[in-house]
């Protein structure tokens, strides 16, 4: 069975930072990219980043591009997305996914396996 389980979100004043992590169990297939997506409420759920199996590929979406990183652990189950100058706007449900093709990503509809979502609150 696969899991994705998501930490790290919390609240944080406008100009933090936060780091969420996020680690995949059950996942047999070999290498697969992971993302990052975030909904508010009343909103569709958003693309954030997203990196493929060997971190050499990642994508952002341009809200966050050059503000937020994402990357890969050392056992590449894991990813994590470092969060800096964070904004109001930011606030969110946080979403950690992974699919099974080789390719990276950026419609939520690629994406097989999905986390329960850590909620970031930024406050001005």
């Known amino acids: 069975q696969v899991q994705l389980v998501e930490s790290g979100g919390g609240w944080v004043q406008a100009g933090g930072s936060l780091r969420l992590s996020c680690t995949a169990s059950?996942?047999?297939?070999?290498?697969?990219?992971m993302g990052w997506f975030r909904q508010a409420p009343g909103k569709e759920r958003d693309f954030v980043a997203a990196?493929?199996?060997?971190?050499?590929?990642?994508y952002y979406a341009d809200s966050v591009k050059g503000r937020f990183t994402i990357s890969r652990g050392v056992t590449r189950n894991t990813v994590n997305l470092e969060m800096n100058s964070l904004k109001p706007e930011d606030t969110s449900v946080y979403y950690c996914?992974?699919?099974?093709?080789?390719?990276?990503?950026?419609?939520?509809?690629?994406?097989?396996?999905w986390g329960q979502g850590t909620q970031v609150t930024v406050s001005s």
């Open positions: 996914a992974a699919r099974r093709g080789a390719s990276v990503q950026r419609g939520a509809s690629e994406y097989d396996y």
């Open positions: 059950g996942l047999t297939s070999g290498a697969y990219p």
């Open positions: 990196i493929n199996w060997s971190a050499s590929t990642t």
